[in-house]
């Protein structure tokens, strides 16, 4: 899942990106409202943490105006403790949740993980797809009939967990990659498929079927 962290207090950024990069979010941070508002524009976010104290534009206007562009985007905005009215101001604008200041990591991980839930309409614990249960504390895979937990890189973990939120769907190389990795990281096909074959190799053939020239299927009847 990608994430657009908004903050300008490089520390708390610096802090954040790690621990969320940990849970198996790829992040990109932006530390002005401007710079803010052109990335959640233009680039396919699952989901934003929106701090309301920013530099250049503040991040009230920002979410104002993703809304207005009809950008669905689920945000998460940070405010100041105890400030109730910037909770009122941010619903009004159109945030999804709130956290206020100073947080624990922990807890923005449980919200954010419950808004991505929200976005694709599953029920609460554990993601099961396909005969598999995805356990995104631990970033491993069960296989249900057998009880077997196998390990997953960070990379394989963020490229499944895609897939069993999308099963059955055909997912094209570009819109896996857009949401498997950051700005930063290269998004070369030919890695891409790298990763498909160890999910394969690891979890079976047959999951994740090759549609030619269109991408990937997952799920049951992938084939
Ligand atoms: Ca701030």
Known sequence: ???LLVEDDAGLSDRLRLELEKTGFAVDVAADG????????????DVAVLDLGLPGRP???????W???GNPLPVLILTAR?????????FKAGADDYLSKPFHTAELIARLQALLRRGVARPHGPLRVAGLE??????????????????LTGTEFRLLRYFMLHPGRVLSKSRLAEHVYDFDTERDSNVLEVYINRLRRKLGRD???TRRGQGYVFGDDAG
């Open 67 to 69: 809304r207005a562009a």
């Open 207 to 209: 999951l994740i079927a």
């Open 59 to 65: 991040g009230l206007e920002v979410l104002r105006h």
């Open 34 to 45: 401007v710079d803010a508002e052109f990335m959640g524009g233009s680039e396919p976010y």
């Open 82 to 90: 105890d400030a109730w009215h910037e909770k009122v101001d941010g």
């Open 1 to 3: 899942m990608r994430l």
């Open 134 to 151: 995805l356990d995104e504390d631990a970033q491993t895979v069960r296989i249900l009939a057998t009880r077997e937990a196998i390990d």
